[in-house]
């Protein structure tokens, strides 16, 4: 797969999973906040209504990179807690898990992000992130007709993606 250009998507990489359905939900926000996709493919319990869940889930992803900047050890220049870096600056964190779940996260360099909620057992996602990213270069930025910042409405994303998350449950 070509990440920034090109049009080659190659196949799929397989992620080391848990027994049973692995994915739960993933959300695409772009760099304001706005969730772009919400998709749930293995969530038994609905506890907020949807606008709600985006919230709280894109001000969890600020609050961890905001203290994981903090917390860096290498670098000196930890700036403002509170104070959004860009992609790539600083410390990040890729993923975290508590008994229930583990969520992974990535952020693009034009600031999309992906994150992706899995059984607990889920291994190392980066990989598949990557490719999911591909999935969304391919189908909604190179489509003449997507318009930055809307929802994302392409079928065929969708059916790329149901088929690759499917594929690796």
């Given at each position: 797969m070509q990440?920034?250009?090109?049009?080659?998507?190659?196949?799929?990489?397989?992620?080391?999973?848990?027994?049973?359905?692995?994915?739960?939900?993933?959300?695409?926000?772009?760099?304001?906040?706005?969730?772009?996709?919400y998709k749930e493919w293995n969530r038994p319990l609905?506890?907020?209504?949807?606008?709600?869940d985006h919230k709280l889930m894109f001000g969890l992803l600020f609050s961890l990179k905001s203290l994981t900047a903090k917390m860096d050890p290498v670098n000196a220049d930890k700036g403002n807690l509170?104070?959004?870096?860009?992609?790539?600056?600083?410390?990040?964190?890729?993923?975290?898990?508590?008994?229930?779940?583990?969520l992974s996260f990535m952020?693009?360099?034009?600031?999309?992000?992906?994150?992706?909620?899995?059984?607990?057992?889920?291994g190392d996602l980066r990989e598949s992130m990557k490719y999911i990213y591909g999935l969304y270069v391919e189908y909604v930025v190179k489509n003449p007709i997507y318009?930055?910042?809307s929802?994302?409405?392409?079928?065929?994303f969708n059916t790329a993606l149901d088929q690759y998350v499917r594929s690796i449950s």
């Amino acid at each position: 797969m070509q990440f920034f250009g090109g049009s080659e998507i190659s196949p799929s990489p397989q992620v080391p999973t848990a027994s049973g359905n692995n994915a739960h939900m993933m959300y695409v926000f772009n760099r304001n906040g706005v969730c772009l996709l919400y998709k749930e493919w293995n969530r038994p319990l609905h506890t907020l209504n949807p606008q709600q869940d985006h919230k709280l889930m894109f001000g969890l992803l600020f609050s961890l990179k905001s203290l994981t900047a903090k917390m860096d050890p290498v670098n000196a220049d930890k700036g403002n807690l509170g104070v959004p870096q860009l992609p790539g600056q600083g410390c990040s964190f890729h993923s975290f898990r508590t008994n229930t779940y583990k969520l992974s996260f990535m952020e693009t360099p034009s600031g999309i992000k992906i994150i992706l909620v899995t059984h607990p057992k889920t291994g190392d996602l980066r990989e598949s992130m990557k490719y999911i990213y591909g999935l969304y270069v391919e189908y909604v930025v190179k489509n003449p007709i997507y318009n930055p910042g809307s929802p994302i409405k392409s079928e065929l994303f969708n059916t790329a993606l149901d088929q690759y998350v499917r594929s690796i449950s």
